[in-house]
């Protein structure tokens, strides 16, 4: 049997430009010729993605909100990311729980306990090895945002909410400062790419 692989996580606020890097760690991983699983959350598997339908564009209770993002997690560790870490293959999946953090706890004011009790739940003590965190002003992502295609429900929200989801991000980053690397996501392109090849060969 090979090693296990290792699970990594992007995360920002939306627009703060992570999806753009995606394709960069995937292509990096690959050349150092792994097997690499590129996902999403909410998404991931079938169900996942029906939810993430769902959950974008259907207005609902801020604990539904909560409940169905954990349901769709179950769905994807189960069917999809463990049974490719226990491959071998290294699974890379825009957005994870810390987003639950930001998102529901810090933009829609839901106790961390909640979340806490539900990450217990559903993903006794498995984290990602590396979480980046596309780190920008709200102001900065706001304008990228709306360079973008029709927004969903959660890229309808003002700036303030984006304000919350950012602080909650960066205050998981500092509990937490081995696994969750900071990147200034207003540098260009070059200079991102060149730091976050410098965190991969890390976790080699
Ligand atoms: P996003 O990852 O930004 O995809 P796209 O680039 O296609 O817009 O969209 C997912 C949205 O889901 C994003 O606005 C954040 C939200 N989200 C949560 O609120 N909580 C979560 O736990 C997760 C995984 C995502």
Not at 70 to 92: C, D, K, S, T, Y
Not at 110 to 119: K, V
Not at 128 to 146: G, I, M, Q
Not at 196 to 203: A, F, S
Request: proline content about 4%; hydrophobic content about 45%; charged content about 25%.
């Amino acid at each position: 049997m090979s090693a296990p692989g290792k699970f990594i996580t992007l995360e920002g606020v939306d627009g703060a430009g992570k999806s753009t890097h995606l394709d960069f760690v995937a292509g990096w991983l690959r050349q150092k010729g792994r097997e690499v699983v590129v996902t999403r959350e909410p998404g991931g598997t079938p169900l996942g993605e029906t939810l993430r339908g769902l959950l974008l564009h259907q207005n609902m209770d801020p604990d539904t909100e909560l409940l169905l993002m954990f349901a769709a997690r179950q769905e994807h560790l189960a069917a999809l990311i463990l049974p490719a870490l226990a491959r071998g293959a290294w699974v890379l999946s825009d957005r994870f729980t810390d987003a639950s953090y930001a998102y529901q706890c810090g933009g829609r004011g839901i106790a961390a306990e909640r979340i806490a009790a539900l990450e217990t739940w559903v993903q006794h003590g498995f984290q990602p090895d590396l979480t980046l965190l596309f780190d920008v002003p709200p102001e900065v992502a706001e304008a990228r945002r709306s360079a973008a295609r029709v927004a969903d429900r959660f890229e309808r929200e003002a700036d303030s909410f984006f304000g919350r989801v950012r602080n909650a991000y960066l205050d998981r980053a500092r509990a937490e400062p081995s696994r969750i690397r900071v990147l200034d996501a207003r540098q260009g392109i070059a200079e991102l790419q060149a730091e976050i090849g410098r965190l991969l060969r890390e976790l080699e």
